[in-house]
């Protein structure tokens, strides 16, 4: 032989099956479902904080129930921010299916962004691993 062998003979494997190795670890602390409720949980606080500044640049006074599920909720989702969370999915699904209700019934005020953090949670509930 001319004295190239191939890379087994020489005891070095071929490099189209070396593989580039990572340091450190290899799962991200957050998922799909984390980020996506992350937001919702954004949305619903901000929402909070404008519905009792609309209702109090009104001189009224805010509904106890719509600010209780929207605080509600986002606790729901700020737990299943957690990946390693029992009952991430459910978590996140009755926050959602809740933000939901509120969305519809306040539609014509700030409704939409509320709704939009209820699909958010959904879809989040959606992605967690089971």
């Known amino acids: 032989m001319t004295g190239e062998g191939s890379p087994r003979e020489e005891g ?18 957050f998922d799909a479902g984390s980020v996506l409720a992350a937001l919702a949980v954004m949305i619903a606080v901000t929402m909070s904080v404008w519905y009792v500044a609309l209702i109090a640049q009104e001189h009224g006074r805010p509904a106890a129930w719509a600010i209780g599920a929207l605080v ?7 737990y299943g921010m957690v990946r390693t969370a029992p009952g991430r ?7 959602g299916v809740a ?17 939009m953090a209820g699909m958010l949670a959904i879809i989040a509930a959606g992605l967690t691993r089971r």
């Open 12 to 29: 070095h494997a071929p490099t189209a099956s070396r593989r580039m190795r990572r340091a450190g670890p290899t799962e991200s602390p």
């Open 72 to 78: 509600g909720s986002a606790v729901l989702m700020a």
């Open 89 to 95: 999915g459910t978590a996140l699904a009755i926050a």
């Open 99 to 115: 933000l939901i209700v509120l969305g519809y019934l306040a539609l014509l005020s700030i409704g939409l962004p509320i709704l």
